[in-house]
């Protein structure tokens, strides 16, 4: 099946520094979106990109649909404590309606 | 905001028993997804459906079943429970002619098959 690769697998971060991950793949996706899980709950919505070349911010987080459709980035920037989490990116393939593909995620950590 | 609300929240079972998830969209949200998180993995997509039709179908075993109901609300059948089956089980809606495809999640239903 379709996979989405996702990096880094976990960082180790001061409170206040800048993060990045990113997820590519071999196929081209419509829509790339950001989803933060604590641990027993749901992803929560960070981000949605929808167009190739996009770059959205959601107050510390910025991130950007890939132009060549088939990437896409998160920066989180001057981390807190309150950042950690496992951060997923996900992908659509086709229309709306469809599955939604996910990468493995990126657990982050935030000492203080 | 209004969310994705979903019951049970937990639900302990044995095996082959029988369990029914329910899933209520965000109000005005037509689309409803199903999703299966395994620990330690990241979610994986069973089965949606868009104005009470299905429109895409994952991995969804041969056991599970699910419709929309005319109020748009879903629910996910699954028979002859394994202990495989054990997993977060999230429900997401969206708004496609509206919002494009933007699927928010609701906090899931914890299975438990002993």
């Known amino acids: 099946g379709q996979q989405l690769n996702q990096s880094p697998q976990s960082m180790f971060i001061q409170e206040g520094e800048d993060v990045s991950m990113n997820c590519t793949s071999s196929?081209?996706?419509?829509?790339w979106l950001w989803y933060k899980q604590e641990p027993g709950e749901g992803p929560v919505l960070l981000i949605a990109l929808y167009k190739a070349g996009e770059l959205t911010s959601n107050g510390r987080l910025t991130a950007q649909f890939g132009i060549t459709r088939k990437d896409s980035f998160l920066n989180i920037s001057a981390s807190i404590p309150s950042d950690v989490g496992i951060y997923f990116c996900?992908?659509?393939?086709?229309?709306?309606?469809?599955?939604?593909?996910f990468g493995k995620g990126t657990t982050l950590s935030v000492s203080s | 905001a209004a969310g994705v609300i979903q019951s049970p929240r937990h639900l302990i079972k044995e095996k082959r028993e029988t369990a029914t998830l329910k899933c209520y969209p965000i109000p005005r949200h037509d689309t409803v997804y199903w999703y299966q998180q395994g620990p330690g993995q990241d979610p994986q997509f069973l089965i949606s459906?868009?104005?009470?039709?299905?429109?895409d179908k994952g991995s969804i075993p041969d056991r599970f079943s699910a419709q929309q109901f005319s109020d748009y609300h879903s629910e996910l059948n699954m028979s002859s429970l394994e202990l495989g089956d054990s997993a977060l089980y999230f429900c997401a809606s969206s708004q496609p002619r509206v919002q494009q495809d933007t699927q928010y999640f609701g906090p899931g239903t914890r299975l438990t098959v002993l």
């Open positions: 459906f868009y104005e009470k039709m299905q429109s």
């Open positions: 996900a992908g659509q393939l086709r229309q709306a309606g469809t599955a939604l593909i």
């Open positions: 196929s081209i996706f419509n829509t």
